[in-house]
């Protein structure tokens, strides 16, 4: 009994729903809206067969959902995790429906998921199961109804495999069908960068809004990945001074600043950033709790709580990571004054840099990376400064505010399309 009640309020839909009901309550959504827009447009689960590297034959399961596809097609990474549920694949689609709606690039919501173990399979058994999923959801995903891209375990090397599957079946290839390719195949020149970077922007409009100058700002990063090494390398490229970062097996701290380049080398070759030379260690914990001005969570879901939220020290926590903060810390931050730039909007530079791979896949013409990071600049900024603005107007935090905004977007768009037939 314990244990199904602590499940049920652990569950990520119940969670994305209940956020849904705060942000329609605050709007005054009808019933009607609430009604279409707290479910799916479509759930498809599969099931299908691979053959193991030892000759033996496994069944997988796979789930592909898309949540309102009123703004556009439907678009959203996929993940390979033992960890994986349909109720996970429905919350993050809804996250994505809202992410792209906030942005104001045309795309409903997505995601994927195949519950496996990718680190414990081969190559060869990675490729035959990604272009097996890839078929059995290929009724459903298309360059005009449903776009994926990477997620946790994913890469670009499976994109290129689900575009060739995808491609192989048409007749043709279609790039257009995937984002975050390589750029061999049509991927988009600032892809790499782009989550990164889109941080840093919403990080100056945060600053400048606050009257903090960047220039000596201390940031602490935990997660020292894709998104979180490179906004290492952004903000001390913008005159900040990465003072503390993290990975899974713990921290460090030097309160004159690290060398982002210098630590990532030391993680490349030692497999952590821990025991880098000329800085103190400290818990994996610990990071998002020294003093900074800027704290930037990159790393996993649910790591800022009631527990810690009141020992933060930042003025600014700006979310790369999904989910970081639970909403009871986010209450303690918002009367702490911290100003946190919610997920949806702080690291939506990643899709937003995947419309664009999309958008030259469609047309076949290509940009270079000094169009791709103005553009992005543009976004990024439109929707902080649209966000911001709800914010003042209803006294309330970023988090809520943005999703205000975007639930405000798509129930527009589903409002005037009308209800079919
Ligand atoms: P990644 O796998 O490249 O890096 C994750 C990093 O976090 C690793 O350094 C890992 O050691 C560390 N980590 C994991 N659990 C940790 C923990 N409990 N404590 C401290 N460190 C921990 O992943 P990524 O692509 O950088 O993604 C990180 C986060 O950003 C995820 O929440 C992801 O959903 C989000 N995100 C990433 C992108 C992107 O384009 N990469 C886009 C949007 C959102």
């Known amino acids: 009994?314990?244990?199904?009640?602590?499940?049920?309020?652990?569950?990520?839909y119940e969670m994305a729903v209940q956020q849904f009901e705060e942000a329609a309550d605050k709007l005054n959504l009808s019933e009607d809206m609430r009604e279409i827009l707290r479910q799916p447009k479509r759930e498809l689960t599969v099931h299908f067969p691979v053959r193991l590297d030892s000759g033996r034959i496994r069944t997988f399961t796979g789930y592909r959902v898309q949540h309102n596809v009123n703004r556009g097609p439907a678009k959203g990474g996929i993940r390979y995790s033992p960890e994986v549920t349909l109720d996970e694949v429905k919350a993050l689609a809804m996250w994505m429906a809202w992410k792209c709606a906030v942005v104001g690039i045309p795309y409903g919501g997505a995601k994927g998921g195949v519950i496996c173990d990718p680190k414990n399979m081969s190559p060869g058994e990675l490729e035959r199961l990604t272009r097996r999923y890839a078929t059995e959801i290929s009724i459903i995903i298309g360059p005009h109804g449903d776009i994926p891209a990477p997620d946790v375990n994913t890469n670009s090397q499976v994109m290129a495999w689900i575009m060739d599957t995808y491609s192989m079946h048409e007749g043709y290839s279609i790039p257009a069908v995937v984002t975050g390719k390589p750029l061999s195949i049509g991927g988009s020149e600032g892809r790499n960068d782009a989550t990164a970077t889109g941080v840093l922007f919403v990080t100056r409009q945060a600053?400048?809004?606050?009257?903090?100058?960047?220039?000596?700002?201390?940031?602490?990063?935990q997660g020292y990945g894709n998104a979180g090494?490179?906004?290492?390398r952004l903000f001390h490229n913008e005159g900040c001074k990465v003072v503390a970062v993290s990975d899974t097996r713990g921290g460090i701290y030097n309160e004159s600043g690290l060398d982002p380049a210098a630590v990532l080398r030391h993680k490349q070759e030692r497999g952590s950033v821990t025991d880098f030379p000329r800085a103190q260690r400290i818990g994996v914990q610990d990071v998002l709790e020294v003093p900074c001005d800027i704290l930037i969570p990159?790393?996993?879901?649910?790591?800022?709580?009631e527990t810690n939220a009141g020992r933060i020290q930042a003025r600014i926590v700006s979310e790369?990571?999904?989910?970081?903060t639970t909403r009871e810390a986010d209450k303690i931050l918002f009367s702490k004054g911290i100003t946190v730039v919610p997920d949806i909007l702080a690291n939506a530079?990643?899709?937003?840099?995947?419309?664009?791979e999309w958008v030259q896949d469609l047309q076949s013409f290509f940009w270079g990376v000094e169009e791709i990071t103005q553009k992005l600049e543009v976004i990024m900024n439109?929707?902080?400064a649209a966000v911001a603005e709800k914010a003042d107007q209803y006294s309330c935090d970023m988090r809520l505010a943005a999703n205000m905004l975007a639930i405000s977007r798509v129930a527009e768009a589903t409002q005037v399309r009308g209800i079919y037939p």
């Open 349 to 356: 530079g990643g899709v937003t840099v995947s419309y664009f």
């Open 320 to 324: 790369a990571a999904n989910g970081p």
């Open 298 to 305: 990159a790393a996993t879901e649910g790591v800022i709580t």
């Open 382 to 384: 439109r929707a902080f």
């Open 207 to 221: 600053a400048k809004r606050m009257g903090m100058p960047l220039q000596g700002a201390r940031v602490s990063i």
């Open 1 to 12: 009994m314990h244990d199904e009640v602590k499940s049920a309020a652990l569950n990520p």
């Open 229 to 232: 090494s490179i906004a290492a």
